[in-house]
């Protein structure tokens, strides 16, 4: 009995000096930080005029068949967030990856 207790002593003491380590969970960094990004709506000259020109403009890629449907897309990347147009108006902005650690989207290239 004394040596199973000794033994669960043991054990426990071991996992407490075991290293933690966590990822960065891009949610929670975006959260933490109040970086501005456009709001959905806006359209591409609004973005441009409060956020100046994009470091790249990605083509427009749009489905097959009928663009009502299968609007075309059109991605804008800054340094740390990329908007996403649906013709020319912002659907969605998304921050960029800060490290090869962190959980998320790419990182912007």
Request: hydrophobic share 45%; proline share 8%; aromatic share 6%.
């Given at each position: ?8 002593a ?10 933690a ?11 933490a ?18 956020f ?23 991605r ?23 490290s ?10």
């Amino acid at each position: 009995m004394k040596a199973l207790t000794l033994s669960l002593a043991l054990a426990a003491g071991l996992l407490l000096q075991a290293p933690a380590s966590a990822d960065t969970l891009l949610v929670d960094r975006v959260k933490a930080e109040t970086q501005a990004m456009p709001a959905r709506g806006q359209s591409m000259a609004q973005v441009e005029a409060s956020f100046g020109a994009p470091e790249r403009k990605h083509a427009a890629v749009a489905g097959p068949g009928d663009s009502k449907h299968n609007p075309p897309i059109t991605r804008w990347d800054y340094a740390g967030f990329s908007v996403y147009f649906e013709h020319s108006h912002v659907v969605d902005a998304v921050a960029a990856k800060a490290s090869p650690n962190e959980i998320g989207p790419k990182p912007v290239q």
